[in-house]
């Protein structure tokens, strides 16, 4: 009797034990349902200190994380909810956007691609899966998934988004503007989505339409630099030169520098002469000049963002280098070798580039140098703004003089104006 009544207390209090343990787990879980994902995550991590082997916690802790641009954390429970046996088509599903939002197309391909052969009426996972193909290029296979997601449901609103990117990406400005329309009259109230409309009208030159979709986009997120940029280019186009200042004083003051994009006509401009005394150029007196020189080489870059050193990474600015006797290190010795030379090493250079295009090339000279000017766009890595940039590369006997000028493309307009003010003052000295 004494041996059973301390059996029936050990069994009462693992009972007792077990319950409240569980409570962790359905707290969490309602807390994943009223959006409290911090509550959530901190009371699936109580009931995971003890039941370490529950993939149904692992999969909500990982949402939570998910939701709350934790990715890395959202893959590793992801994937130890699914080693549990958590295998649904949901799960790699989800764990595929923490791999799309990190940045790992492949891996995120891999998993829409397991969800839709777990469910091959997964409307969000064929969505998905396009995402990854747009961002790779892929916008063929991209549509077929996106009419296939429609086909299973047809007032996705996130398809008809996708699917507008996609004509969009495709140059098909007007069927892009179709898709956002839908998304839209589908109630979506996003900033973003009239921003991408309003990118598809000026595309197609209507202006007026484009700065409409703009000033939207602008009411909804007032910090929106990109939106004011092209509403301001959009002004510019239809000869509304003060409305377009307005919005640069806008950006400027967003970012912090309300001297970046000064009118043009306000822009002082002085006098510089490199250390060596290889070239003089005009430049903006708002602008900071660091130099770098030596018997081999003078460079220098101007740019108005704030960096210390000349390695430092910069968006907007310009780098102009005097190369002498450069066969004595290259083995090139005429003009045209020269050019022939550095082409080739940039050509080489832009083969790490994520994307790299040349817009124009035209000959430019200077005193006894001969060169050329090449207008290119570039994006260094993935993630990254696609740059557009001037290219200038000079020569004269055994000596090159280069130039790299770059902005963010979608304000190049702006900073076009002071780079050719620039180019025009450049004069060899030597």
């Given at each position: 009797?004494?041996?059973?009544?301390?059996?029936?207390?050990l069994?009462?209090?693992?009972f007792?034990r077990?319950?409240s343990?569980?409570?962790?787990?359905?707290?969490?879980?309602?807390?994943?349902f009223?959006?409290?994902?911090?509550?959530?995550?901190?009371?699936?991590?109580?009931?995971i200190?003890?039941?370490?082997?529950?993939?149904?916690?692992?999969?909500?802790?990982?949402?939570?994380?998910?939701?709350?641009?934790?990715?890395?954390e959202?893959?590793?429970?992801?994937?130890k909810a699914?080693?549990?046996?958590f295998?649904?088509?949901?799960?790699?599903?989800?764990r595929?956007?923490?791999?799309?939002?990190?940045?790992?197309?492949?891996?995120?391909?891999?998993d829409?691609?397991?969800?839709?052969?777990?469910?091959?009426?997964?409307?969000e996972a064929?969505?998905?899966?396009a995402?990854?193909?747009?961002?790779?290029?892929?916008?063929?296979?991209a549509l077929?998934?996106?009419?296939?997601?429609?086909?299973?449901?047809?007032?996705?609103?996130?398809?008809?988004y996708?699917?507008?990117?996609?004509?969009y990406?495709k140059?098909d400005?007007?069927?892009?503007?179709?898709?956002?329309?839908?998304?839209?009259?589908?109630?979506?109230?996003?900033?973003?989505?009239y921003?991408?409309?309003?990118?598809?009208?000026?595309?197609?030159?209507?202006?007026?339409?484009?700065?409409?979709?703009y000033?939207?986009?602008?009411?909804?997120?007032?910090?929106?630099?990109?939106?004011l940029n092209?509403?301001?280019v959009?002004?510019?186009?239809?000869?509304?030169?003060?409305?377009?200042k307005?919005?640069?004083?806008?950006?400027?003051?967003?970012?912090?520098?309300?001297?970046?994009?000064?009118?043009?006509?306000?822009?002082?401009?002085?006098?510089?002469?490199?250390?060596l005394?290889?070239?003089?150029l005009?430049?903006?007196?708002?602008?900071?000049?660091?130099?770098?020189?030596?018997t081999?080489?003078?460079?220098?870059?101007?740019?108005p963002?704030n960096?210390?050193?000349?390695?430092?990474?910069y968006?907007?600015?310009?780098?102009?280098?005097?190369?002498?006797n450069?066969?004595?290190e290259y083995?090139?010795?005429?003009p045209g070798e020269?050019?022939?030379?550095?082409?080739?090493?940039?050509?080489?250079?832009a083969?790490d580039?994520?994307?790299?295009?040349?817009?124009?090339?035209?000959?430019?000279?200077?005193?006894?140098?001969?060169?050329?000017?090449?207008?290119?766009?570039v994006?260094?890595?993935?993630n990254?703004?696609?740059?557009?940039?001037y290219?200038l590369?000079?020569?004269?006997?055994?000596t090159?003089?280069?130039?790299?000028?770059?902005?963010p493309?979608?304000?190049?307009?702006?900073f076009?104006q002071?780079?050719d003010?620039?180019?025009?003052?450049l004069?060899?000295?030597?």
């Open positions: 009797m004494k041996n059973l009544l301390i059996s029936f207390l069994f009462f209090i693992f007792c077990s319950a343990q569980d409570k962790f787990k359905s707290k969490g879980i309602t807390d994943f009223k959006k409290n994902y911090k509550s959530c995550v901190e009371n699936l991590n109580e009931f200190i003890h039941k370490s082997n529950d993939s149904e916690a692992y999969y909500y802790r990982a949402l939570c994380k998910l939701y709350m641009n934790e990715f890395d959202a893959i590793q429970d992801f994937t699914i080693d549990l046996g295998n649904k088509p949901d799960a790699y599903n989800n595929g956007l923490a791999f799309l939002y990190n940045g790992d197309f492949k891996l995120a391909l891999d829409f691609n397991s969800a839709i052969g777990k469910d091959s009426n997964f409307a064929y969505t998905n899966r995402t990854v193909n747009i961002e790779i290029g892929e916008f063929d296979d077929l998934d996106l009419r296939k997601s429609i086909e299973i449901n047809p007032n996705n609103i996130s398809t008809y996708e699917m507008g990117r996609v004509f990406k140059k400005y007007q069927e892009a503007i179709v898709n956002f329309d839908k998304c839209i009259k589908l109630g979506l109230r996003n900033s973003k989505v921003y991408n409309r309003g990118n598809s009208y000026f595309k197609l030159g209507n202006f007026k339409k484009a700065i409409e979709d000033t939207k986009c602008i009411s909804l997120d007032s910090n929106d630099t990109e939106a092209n509403r301001a959009a002004y510019e186009n239809l000869g509304l030169h003060e409305k377009a307005e919005d640069r004083k806008r950006i400027a003051k967003i970012l912090g520098n309300e001297n970046l994009f000064k009118p043009i006509e306000e822009v002082e401009f002085i006098e510089l002469t490199d250390s005394q290889c070239f003089k005009s430049v903006p007196s708002h602008w900071m000049v660091i130099q770098n020189s030596d081999n080489k003078s460079e220098i870059i101007i740019t963002e960096i210390s050193s000349f390695n430092d990474f968006s907007i600015g310009i780098k102009i280098a005097f190369i002498p450069i066969s004595v083995s090139v010795h005429t020269i050019l022939e030379f550095w082409r080739g090493s940039i050509e080489k250079n083969q580039y994520y994307y790299y295009k040349y817009l124009q090339q035209k000959l430019f000279t200077r005193g006894d140098y001969t060169g050329n000017l090449f207008e290119t766009i994006q260094y890595w993935q990254s703004f696609l740059f557009q940039c290219e590369a000079l020569a004269k006997e055994d090159l003089l280069y130039g790299f000028f770059q902005a493309s979608n304000q190049f307009s702006y076009r002071i780079f003010k620039v180019l025009s003052s004069t060899p000295l030597k």
